[in-house]
């Protein structure tokens, strides 16, 4: 066992399979890394550990909690270098400015935290390891990329091992996986095409893991810690018939457990949903993101029309899936009859559950730059104060209150029609309030529990969830 150790300290509770994987790798090579969630004592803990290194992995709203983070780190006398990787860091590299921060890693950091740590390890210098940056007196080093790694089945199977000092997570009745990276289409308000000018057009930046060494990590964990559900958290799980067909074979027998998966309606056709059904799939989870098709084609590129929304809805309710869609409030130019054209989609379409977001202007994305480059973002705006994804108090847009009125009453009118005309005199005549946002929680409440399956075990892991995730 080599003498550096690494912690790696999280925010929610829930898998970080970047920081698992990474903490994997670690482990494979001989050194003690361990995955710490925040909470009370936990900065005693990590003091107690000794880690050489502390490492994060930060996505763009939660760097405040990072710099706080590190911050207690530091007055907790723990004496390590810091390391954030992560979307952000990714596509906001600026924070390797912030005197908190030692090293920023950009891209995949499975082998860039690992030849750093080797090389703190056996006294080398780290500042040509490619994916890192670094402050070095007062000269930031600035390394370029590597290629996406090629076999993802390269990799050891992600650490799980916090299960084991973290009761909540081992309980957690959904365990998430991932079966392949990259996203091969190229959406506006996505980081996936901020990735592809990154790495070039000619990565190999679409990867999937091969069918039989997902079954196996499956079964270790239902082995050791048993699975309930399965949340298989790919861009698009949908993306090859072949795969999909030879999974189909395998799971049901050797798994057997009940999964969601992302993708797109325009992938989908009747031979794919045949295998998800045959494989035990429950739910599917599909941006629609606008019920205006020329937004949603024009300004996002999603390049997705009605009519496939409304096929892929058809086809699923035929096979007994449920789907969960993904929707937008707030797009540039969006009009508030825009606004409710996406709940009357939701509508139609009959969606079994319906999620809403404001639209989150995050760095490094194309909808960020034409945005910021028409004016459209507050003076003010403050990528460092980015809320979470309900909240959007900085776009220039004369109906933006009442955008987000109608987002405080998306989920519960795209589920009940008949509320729409309370809603919408509502959403006209006030201002954003607390009782209106009381309305959403409480409808986001219902649709955590029901994502949950209405299963009692699920019922109160989903209740303290929400209660940690929302409620806070």
């Not at 309606?265 to 629609?288: M, N, Q, W």
């Amino acid at each position: 066992m080599r003498k550096l150790k690494v912690a790696f300290i999280q925010k929610n509770w829930e898998d970080n399979l970047g920081i698992l994987w990474i903490s994997a790798l670690l482990k494979a090579n001989g050194f003690d890394a361990r995955v710490f969630i925040e909470e009370k004592g936990v900065y005693g803990k990590v003091r107690n550990f000794a880690p050489g290194i502390v490492g994060y992995s930060c996505y763009t709203g939660d760097q405040r909690w990072v710099y706080s983070s590190i911050s207690k780190v530091k007055s907790a006398g723990i004496q390590a270098k810091i390391i954030v990787g992560g979307p952000h860091a990714t596509f906001f590299p600026q924070m390797i400015e912030n005197p908190l921060i030692d090293v920023l890693c950009r891209g995949e950091g499975e082998h860039a935290v690992l030849e750093y740590a080797t090389a703190l390890e056996e006294g080398k210098s780290p500042y040509e390891i490619k994916n890192l940056w670094f402050r070095a007196e007062e000269d930031i080093i600035r390394n370029d990329l590597r290629p996406p790694l090629a076999e993802l089945d390269s990799l050891p199977f992600p650490d799980r091992s916090y299960y084991d000092r973290y009761k909540f997570m081992a309980t957690n009745p959904y365990k998430t996986f991932i079966t392949g990276r990259g996203c091969p289409f190229k959406c506006t308000f996505c980081f996936n095409h901020a990735l592809h000018d990154l790495y070039g057009k000619n990565s190999k930046y679409i990867r999937r893991r091969a069918v039989e060494p997902v079954i196996d990590e499956l079964m270790e964990v239902k082995n050791r810690w048993g699975i309930n559900e399965i949340r298989f958290s790919d861009d698009h799980f949908a993306l090859s018939t072949a795969w999909l067909k030879e999974f189909a074979a395998v799971y049901p027998k050797k798994v057997g457990r009940p999964f969601s998966v992302n993708t797109r309606v325009d992938v989908l056709d009747e031979e794919k949903i045949h295998y998800l059904k045959e494989s035990g799939c429950r739910l599917v989870c599909f941006g629609i993101e606008t019920g205006r098709e020329d937004l949603r084609n024009r300004v996002l590129k999603k390049n997705i029309k009605d009519e496939q929304i409304v096929n892929a809805a058809r086809l699923l309710k035929k096979y007994g899936i449920k789907y969960l869609s993904s929707n937008i409030i707030g797009l540039p130019g969006e009009t508030s009859q825009d606004a409710w054209e996406t709940i009357h989609i939701n509508q139609k379409i009959r969606t079994s559950l319906p999620w809403f977001s404001m639209m989150q202007y995050f760095p490094g994305t194309q909808i960020y730059r034409e945005a910021t480059e028409a004016g459209l973002l507050a003076g003010d705006f403050d990528i460092d104060k980015l809320g979470g994804y309900f909240q959007n108090d900085y776009l220039k847009q004369d109906n933006l209150a009442e955008l987000q009125n109608i987002h405080s009453f998306s989920i519960i009118t795209s589920r009940y029609k008949i509320l729409e005309p309370i809603a919408r005199l509502l959403a006209s005549r006030f201002k954003p309030n607390p009782l209106f946002k009381a309305v959403f929680k409480a409808s986001y409440l219902v649709l955590t529990l029901k994502r949950a399956n209405f299963r009692i075990g699920r019922l109160l892991w989903g209740f303290k969830y929400y209660l940690r995730k929302v409620v806070g």
